[in-house]
């Protein structure tokens, strides 16, 4: 990689609330930003791929989990262990679709539904809803807004992505329940637009690229990044050779993303702009890699620990531990979830013997302070005596991550008036 490039990648690194600016004249950046603009309707898509693969699957068709997410789930990364999930992709091209919540007391859910380009267009659930459920129609670009409670969607194909509390294992039957209440109805819609995975090579990558942006055009705002990047994400043509290269810093980028976070006593806090991005296409394309599906921080504030160096991850052998305050400044959930990190910068659950994948205020057993303060034990070996119930197992081997997400936080979380103490080692 030469000087120039080097230096892009260091600006790139920077998370400047957009990419390049329309002065920057070398193609290799320009292919750069094509590539990490389009990341995220690469990974939406192939999101819908493998949630269309599952047997019984259909666009506009719900499907239901109906086990919490262990280590075998891998089709989303950072998943949760704290919700069942109900998933589908909607096609609004044919008309709206009609999305029904049944009523859900006081049982903690949420209904997000996000634009092919990652944005929360809408999250309907237990803060912005109430228990109460209801009617909303899912309205596409250019359609009447018609229909009880229109909701309008920015882009044609949508991914509605529903979240069900559950207590623990003899809960779920209650919580099976009320996601056979929640339903979809619409047109009959026809087979989506096909992809290519984030590793092709570019001519692949952005030729699927601009058959997602056709069927998905993006918004007015990105008229000016589009308009640069046209040769890439437009009609062309491009050199490969000088593709090759920018796809290679964007590669990087997205690598190196978790050494460039910012960590205030140990933790990287969301930006206000997580789930709706507006015009920070870096952002967008790394949270889409590393936390797809990611709500806005009013519905759920998300935290990574900061790891042994900095580096968002954890490569020790010792025990560490995290101590919680009594009571947490959330009116809903919380909890600590334990990720293996793979390769290309993704995060699943790890095989353990306990079959735990997080700690939370609904797990059973755990032993607090007198003070009431928790401490939770993180290692890849059990701890011991009275820790052991408190211990959240690592990897056998390997680097390993931790997110700690909290529901509903209070204005106290969203200021930053709180802060968590620091993951330390022992």
Known sequence: MNRRELLALAGA?????????????????????????????????????????APGAAVNVLRHDR???????????????DTLYSTAFVDLTQGPVILTIPAMGTRY???????????NNVVLG??????????????GPGQAATGMNPTRI????????????????????AVHALQDGFSLKGPEAGAPPTFAARDAAPAAYFAAARQLLAADPAPPTDLRLLRRTAAFLGAGPFDTAVAARGVQTARMITMMAQGRQTFIDGWSYPRANLGDYGQDYLYRAIVALQGLGAMPVAEAFYMKAAGDDGSGLYKGDGLYRLTLPKELPID???????Y?????????????PLKRYAIGDRT???????????????????????????????????????????YLPRPELLTGQFRFAPITQV
């Open 13 to 53: 690194l920077g998370l400047a609330p957009s990419l390049a600016s329309a002065q920057d004249a070398d193609p290799a950046a320009t292919a750069r930003d094509a590539w990490l603009y389009a990341l995220p309707l690469i990974e939406m898509a192939a999101a819908r791929a493998r949630i269309l693969s």
């Open 126 to 139: 237990t803060r912005t809803v109430g228990g109460q459920g209801g009617t909303f129609t899912l309205v």
């Open 154 to 173: 920015a882009t044609s194909y949508a991914w509605v992505l529903i979240r069900t509390l559950v207590d623990n294992e003899a809960d779920l039957p």
């Open 67 to 81: 086990e919490l997410a262990d280590h075998t789930k891998r089709a989303v990364t950072t998943p949760n262990n």
């Open 340 to 352: 293996e990190a793979t390769a290309d910068g993704q995060f699943f659950f790890t095989e353990n």
């Open 109 to 119: 859910y949420s209904v997000a539904v996000m634009d092919m380009f990652t944005n």
């Open 332 to 338: 809903s959930f919380w909890s600590l979830s334990m």
């Open 364 to 406: 059973a057993g755990l032993k607090r302070n007198a003070d009431g303060t928790l401490d939770i034990w993180i290692g890849r070996t059990d701890p011991g005596g009275e820790r052991s119930s408190n211990w959240l197992p690592a990897p056998k081997s390997g680097p390993f991550a931790l997110y700690l997400r909290t």
